[in-house]
């Protein structure tokens, strides 16, 4: 003889079957999530932090890189004035107004794509920060008023090109590289 489910009473079922679980016999809740998985999830989480992390580090390396440079671009540009070569200045100060507005965009255009794919998937890195109005979409380490101060030097710079005097360029840098130092400070 076989014995159907739906031929006996609801409480002949749970006699059968018994409780659907034990902590349900006790009137507990129900039980915990494995310690495995909550031991993966933990792993998951590190590691998705440890990404955003990187993530961090690598826009300051990318800022700390083009400020090298800025830097470089500077001294070829006062060894240029120095020296009397309108066209070497001109070209050396073009190049340090394009640090500077790499700086204040932290990174180039490749950067940017970079950025866009990021965003395209999802991932808003300052996400809060976006939400207030702190940091524009995509932005890692250069918020909206450090990208704005940094924009205004690199116009500044930019117009130096025709006529670049060593003291001007020298006082414009010292307000970038002073944005460039508080936004290379690691977050606690």
């Avoid at 250069?142 to 670049?164: D, F, H, Y």
Wanted: charged share 25%.
């Amino acid at each position: 003889m076989t014995l159907s489910l739906r031929a006996l009473s609801p409480l002949a079922v749970l006699a059968v079957l018994g409780p659907a679980t034990p902590a349900d016999a006790q009137g507990a809740h129900a039980p915990a999530t494995p310690a495995e998985m909550v031991a993966t999830y933990h792993s998951l989480a590190d590691g998705i932090l440890a990404l955003k992390r990187t993530e961090e580090d690598l826009c300051r390396a990318i800022l700390a890189a083009t400020s090298a440079h800025g830097q470089v671009e500077l001294g070829r540009a006062r060894r240029a004035i120095e020296a009397g070569d309108a066209r070497g200045a001109q070209a050396a100060v073009e190049a340090l107004a394009a640090d500077v507005g790499q700086l204040a965009t932290e990174g180039d255009g490749a950067v940017g794509v970079v950025r866009k794919k990021l965003l395209d998937g999802g991932h808003h890195h300052n996400a809060a920060g976006e939400a207030q109005g702190i940091f524009d979409e995509g932005f890692v380490i250069v918020t909206r008023a450090a990208k704005g101060r940094l924009l205004e030097s690199a116009r500044t710079i930019g117009q130096m090109a025709r006529a670049p005097r060593a003291e001007a360029l020298d006082a414009e840098w010292k307000k970038v590289q002073a944005v460039v130092a508080e936004l290379l400070k690691p977050e606690p």
